[in-house]
C-alpha cells in the first residue's frame, strides 16, 4: 500500500491540551503527539494518558502519529504498551540503531501499527541498511539533526554541511527499502526564509516532507513537497510524448528543446502520481 503524503509531520507535545486540540484543524499531513523531548520526565505519564485519549477520541484532519520515548528508557515500554491498547495506527521510535529495537516495539504494537524509525546516532547511520529493511512494519525513516550533529560533535550552519552525506544516505536507504524519508526540525521558528531553503534543500535530496515544530511551518513545508505546476506540466508531456506511437521504438524523445530519455519518463509518472495522491487528499478522497 502506498503511504498517504507526508511533507508535513507538525510535532506536538502531547502534555499541551490547547495544542493538541489545535491540531485536529490544521492543515499538516501529519500530527504527532510527542512524549519525548517535547515532554518534562515529571509530565511523562500523564501525557502518555492524554495521546491515549487523543487516539481513542479521534477527529483529527492530519493523520495522527505519536512519539513514544525510547524503548530503553524506565517510559518506552509503557508507552508501546498503553498506545497498542488505545488503538494507535502510527508510531515514531526515537534513538533507534540497532532493528531489533524495531522489532521488539512491532511485537508490541502489532502488524497494524506503522513504524517511523529516528536516526540519531551515530551508530543508526552505520546500521542504516539493518533499520530500514528490518521485517517489521517501518514506513519511514527520520534524521533527528539536533541529536545526530551532537552525537557527532558537529556545527550546524544554515546549509548543514556536516549533514549532507549523512542525509544523503538516509534517503538512499529509504529508498532501497521503499520507505517514506522525511527530513528533520528547523529549529529558527521566525526565520521563514531560512526554513524555506532548508525546505528546498530537503527536497533536493530526495526527502519526501519535513519535520516541523511551528503551525507558521506547515505552508511552506506543504509548497516545498508538492509538485510545482510546471513540473506536473512537463511531466505530462513527457508521458504523452512516450506514449506516441513514433515513440515505441525510440529511448529518446525531443521535448522543449530538451533530448529526454526513459529514465525521465520513470521520474514523471512518480511525479504525477504523488501529484494525483496530494490532489485526491486535498479532495478527502
Not at 47 to 55: D, K, L, P, T
Not at 85 to 88: K, L
Not at 186 to 191: A, G, P
Not at 276 to 279: A, F
Given at each position: ?8 509531520v507538525?510535532?506536538v507535545?502531547?502534555?499541551n491540551?490547547?495544542a493538541?486540540?489545535?491540531a485536529r484543524g490544521l492543515d499538516c499531513d501529519?500530527a ?7 515532554v ?6 500523564a ?9 481513542r ?9 505519536v512519539r513514544i520515548?525510547?524503548?530503553e528508557t524506565?517510559?518506552?515500554e509503557?508507552d508501546s504498551?498503553?498506545?497498542a491498547?488505545?488503538?494507535?495506527d502510527?508510531?515514531i521510535v ?9 522489532k521488539?516495539?512491532s511485537?508490541?504494537l502489532g ?6 524509525a529516528m536516526i ?7 546500521n542504516?541498511?539493518e533499520?530500514a529493511q528490518?521485517?517489521?512494519p517501518?514506513e519511514?525513516?527520520m534524521?533527528?539533526v ?13 546549509d548543514r554541511e556536516p549533514?549532507k552525506s549523512?542525509?544523503?544516505m538516509i534517503?538512499?536507504a529509504?529508498?532501497?527499502?521503499n520507505r517514506l524519508?522525511?527530513?528533520g526540525v ?6 521563514l526564509d531560512?526554513f524555506a531553503a532548508?525546505?528546498?534543500?530537503g527536497a533536493?535530496f ?6 516541523l515544530?511551528h503551525?507558521?511551518?506547515i505552508?511552506?513545508?506543504?509548497a516545498?513537497y508538492?509538485?510545482?505546476a ?6 505530462r508531456?513527457?508521458?504523452?510524448a512516450f506514449?506516441?506511437?513514433?515513440a515505441?521504438?525510440?529511448g529518446v524523445v ?7 530519455e526513459?529514465?525521465h ?6 511525479l504525477?502520481?504523488?501529484h494525483?495522491?496530494?490532489?485526491g487528499q486535498?479532495?478527502g478522497?
Open positions: 500500500m502506498t503511504p498517504r503524503p507526508c511533507r508535513s507538525l510535532f507535545p502531547a502534555s491540551a490547547r493538541v486540540e489545535k501529519v504527532v503527539l510527542d512524549l519525548e523531548d517535547a518534562a520526565p515529571t509530565a511523562k505519564v501525557a502518555r494518558e492524554a495521546a491515549c485519549a487523543a487516539v477520541t479521534g477527529g483529527f484532519g492530519p493523520r495522527l502519529a520515548n525510547a524503548h524506565e517510559w518506552g509503557d504498551r498503553a498506545l491498547e488505545a488503538g494507535a502510527c508510531i526515537p534513538k533507534v540503531e540497532r532493528a531489533n529495537q524495531i521488539a516495539v511485537r508490541i502488524k497494524h501499527c506503522a513504524i517511523w540519531e546516532t551515530p551508530r543508526a547511520l552505520f542504516l541498511e533499520i528490518c521485517e517489521a517501518i519511514a525513516l534524521p533527528g539536533n541529536d545526530l550533529a551532537e552525537a557527532l560533535g558537529a556545527t550546524l550552519g544554515e549533514l549523512w542525509l544523503a534517503v538512499a529509504s529508498r532501497v527499502s524519508a522525511i527530513d528547523y529549529n529558527r521558528i521566525d526565520n531560512g532548508e525546505c528546498a534543500q533536493a530526495g526527502f519526501d516532507g519535513k519535520s515544530i503551525p507558521s511551518q505552508g511552506p513545508a506543504n516545498a508538492s509538485p510545482d510546471a513540473a506536473v506540466a512537463h511531466a508531456k513527457v508521458v504523452e506514449a506516441s506511437p513514433d515505441e521504438a525510440l525531443r521535448i522543449d528543446d530538451q533530448m529526454v526513459r529514465l519518463l520513470a521520474a514523471a509518472k512518480r504525477l502520481a504523488r494525483d495522491r496530494l490532489t486535498r479532495n478522497e
